[in-house]
């Protein structure tokens, strides 16, 4: 991984909305929990606008970060993130222990490459019709990868890429796909717009009734 993430964390002991919203007032700080590993959960607060120019790295999501606390540092994951329902505030954030012996479940971003010069959208007009943009990984810490390729330059006109096309760094699993064939989710296809298909198939017509006439 090509980047660390340090979260400065503070104890937090007063509990409930009143406190919350005291702390996000009167602090600039946000509550947040730290759980998992078999450990007791602890409660924390950490800086609202850090938290928040951290998130505008898409590379967060998918880190292994580190919570700083009273001097001791633990390595943890985002799992849950609360926002305000209509103003730019986070709320509240969840955290979970990792450790390097146990497997995780992350989500991780998808990046499709080579989109914009692949022959099916390039020379023949398609449209990259993209399903899903994340999918859940599952491997250890130290094998978490910040986010997984597609390429499109070899994707044909109307085909579609699967899940189990996917090309996964070594030691890394889709969840969905351990869950069976019926869960190996399309990713991406591409395909001509509907529009141009409406045209091509009334050219066709056109060209069948103009050989009609000629006979």
Same mark, same amino acid.
């Given at each position: ?14 509990? %409930?909305? %009143? ?16 759980? @998992? @590993? ?5 409660? !924390? ?16 999501f998918s880190h292994i970060l ?5 001097? #001791? ?13 209509? #103003? ?24 499709? !490459? ?7 959208? #390039? ?83 056109? /060209?069948?009734?103009? /050989?009609?006439?000629?006979?």
């Open positions: 991984m090509s980047q660390d993430f340090v979260i400065e964390a503070f104890p937090r002991d007063d509990q %409930g909305r %009143g406190a919350s919203r005291r702390l996000r007032r009167e602090e600039r700080k946000i509550p947040a929990i730290i759980y @998992g @590993g078999n450990k007791e959960a602890t409660a !924390i607060s950490i800086w609202h606008n850090e938290l928040k120019k951290a998130l505008e790295n898409e590379a967060f580190t919570v700083e606390l009273n001097g #001791k540092k633990e390595s943890v994951i985002l799992k849950d993130l609360q926002r305000h329902p209509y #103003k730019p505030i986070l709320t509240h954030a969840d955290f979970l222990r990792v450790d390097k012996d146990h497997e995780i479940h992350v989500n991780v971003p998808l990046h499709f !490459i080579n989109e914009e010069t692949a022959p099916a959208i #390039k020379l023949h007009g398609g449209v990259a019709n993209h399903q899903i943009n994340e999918v859940e990984v599952i491997c250890l810490p130290q094998n978490l990868p910040e986010f997984i390729e597609v390429d499109m330059a070899t994707v044909e006109m109307d085909q579609v890429v699967h899940l189990s096309d996917l090309k996964l760094p070594k030691d890394v699993k889709v969840a969905a796909l351990l869950q069976g064939e019926d869960h190996d989710l399309p990713v991406v296809a591409i395909h001509k717009p509907r529009g141009a298909k409406v045209d091509e198939a009334e050219e066709g017509e056109e /060209g069948e009734e103009n /050989g009609e006439d000629k006979e």
